[in-house]
């Protein structure tokens, strides 16, 4: 399925965030979108703003959630954000279905070997064994056309799978993931942390398959700037772009007190973050935020390969000097 032939603006969404645009630079105002699970800095940067000189002073951030990246790269291509989280497919899909131009100024987390990959769950008395039983079922994917389906449309090519036309595909955000599950309105639904980690808790569900299966090393989010914004801003970028780096150092340093911020953002309780949190069994994470260009450039030749884009070259996302870690 080619992601990018379905790539439509949400122009309702974005117009109302971008009623502000004028006043927003004025003030020295980023605007900036986030989602849920793992952006440690960018929450500490939301909950504990005090523990960053220049933010709130030298400039502010006007910080706006949202469901999953892909509905990020519309607002960016709107211009309605400044800066936002993004998936390599996703803000792929925006450069080549929305003529978006961005930097890359930032990475958040990737999976790295022996920690956690994102996962498909079926619940444990399901017929579905394995991947090819798919067919004809109702899965749930948290954002169609977000940087999981990827190697999620991969993995299900691989066995014998049309994610197009042999299976219905549903939007489940990672929060409703379990309960959608549970209650047997999907018969298979993505489980990210910290939500899988409540579901294991509490049993009666089995992993069926994980992302890791089809691209390992999988760069899952990083932090995406309009390349237009950056280059009429350049030092407002930078303070940012210092905060991300500095937000990403203070919650690999100090994991008690990341522990409360995430639980803060969250609504997640402690002791279920402490399972696995910033552990071996965790997403990995840069100590500076730096992005894995090469990681990143082999997911879009992967994509490229498999008919999802069109041949891209991740040089053109990364900016000469402003990118992270920045001091």
């Given at each position: 399925?080619?992601?990018?032939?379905?790539?439509?603006?949400?122009?309702?969404?974005?117009?109302?965030?971008?009623?502000?645009?004028?006043?927003?630079?004025?003030?020295?105002?980023?605007?900036?979108?986030?989602?849920?699970?793992?952006?440690?800095?960018?929450?500490?940067?939301?909950?504990?703003?005090?523990?960053?000189?220049?933010?709130?002073?030298?400039?502010?951030?006007?910080?706006?959630?949202?469901?999953?990246?892909?509905?990020?790269?519309?607002?960016?291509?709107?211009?309605?954000?400044?800066c936002?989280?993004?998936?390599?497919?996703?803000?792929?899909?925006?450069?080549?279905?929305?003529?978006?131009?961005?930097?890359?100024?930032?990475?958040?987390?990737?999976?790295?070997?022996?920690?956690?990959?994102?996962?498909?769950?079926?619940m444990?008395?399901?017929?579905?064994?394995?991947?090819?039983?798919?067919?004809?079922?109702?899965?749930?994917?948290?954002?169609?056309?977000?940087?999981?389906?990827?190697?999620?449309?991969?993995l299900?090519?691989?066995?014998?799978?049309?994610?197009?036309?042999?299976?219905?595909?549903?939007?489940v955000?990672?929060?409703?993931?379990?309960?959608?599950?549970?209650?047997?309105?999907?018969?298979?639904?993505?489980?990210?942390?910290?939500?899988?980690?409540?579901?294991?808790?509490?049993?009666?569900?089995?992993?069926?398959?994980?992302?890791?299966?089809?691209?390992?090393?999988?760069?899952?989010?990083?932090?995406?700037?309009?390349?237009?914004?950056?280059?009429?801003?350049?030092?407002?970028?930078?303070?940012?772009?210092?905060?991300?780096?500095?937000?990403?150092?203070?919650?690999?340093?100090?994991?008690?007190?990341?522990?409360k911020?995430?639980?803060?953002?969250?609504?997640?309780?402690?002791?279920?973050?402490?399972t696995?949190?910033?552990?071996?069994?965790?997403?990995?994470?840069?100590?500076?935020?730096?992005?894995?260009?090469?990681?990143?450039?082999?997911?879009?030749?992967?994509?490229?390969?498999?008919?999802?884009?069109?041949?891209?070259?991740?040089?053109?996302?990364?900016?000469?000097?402003?990118?992270?870690?920045?001091?």
């Open positions: 399925m080619r992601t990018v032939s379905k790539w439509v603006l949400a122009f309702g969404t974005v117009a109302a965030l971008a009623a502000s645009a004028g006043s927003s630079r004025a003030q020295q105002t980023i605007r900036v979108g986030w989602t849920i699970p793992a952006e440690e800095s960018k929450y500490w940067m939301m909950r504990r703003p005090a523990e960053f000189p220049d933010l709130g002073k030298t400039y502010n951030i006007e910080w706006t959630q949202f469901q999953g990246t892909a509905p990020m790269t519309q607002a960016l291509a709107a211009g309605a954000l400044d936002a989280t993004q998936a390599p497919l996703s803000l792929s899909n925006g450069v080549v279905g929305g003529n978006l131009k961005a930097y890359i100024v930032a990475q958040h987390v990737f999976e790295k070997p022996g920690g956690f990959s994102v996962y498909w769950a079926v444990d008395d399901s017929p579905i064994k394995t991947i090819a039983d798919l067919k004809g079922k109702t899965v749930g994917i948290s954002v169609i056309g977000g940087g999981t389906q990827g190697p999620f449309n991969m299900l090519k691989q066995n014998g799978i049309d994610p197009a036309k042999d299976i219905k595909l549903v939007e955000g990672f929060a409703v993931s379990e309960d959608a599950l549970r209650q047997g309105r999907v018969d298979a639904v993505n489980m990210n942390q910290p939500f899988a980690a409540r579901a294991e808790a509490k049993g009666g569900t089995r992993k069926l398959f994980s992302l890791s299966q089809a691209m390992p090393n999988i760069v899952h989010i990083l932090e995406a700037c309009r390349a237009d914004f950056v280059d009429k801003n350049p030092e407002l970028v930078k303070a940012y772009v210092r905060d991300i780096t500095s937000g990403m150092k203070k919650a690999l340093a100090n994991r008690e007190e990341t522990l911020v995430v639980s803060e953002v969250l609504k997640a309780p402690i002791p279920v973050l402490d696995y949190l910033l552990k071996d069994n965790d997403f990995g994470r840069d100590p500076g935020a730096a992005p894995n260009f090469p990681a990143i450039q082999k997911m879009l030749d992967i994509y490229a390969e498999t008919g999802m884009l069109p041949k891209l070259d991740v040089a053109q996302f990364k900016h000469p000097t402003i990118v992270a870690p920045l001091q």
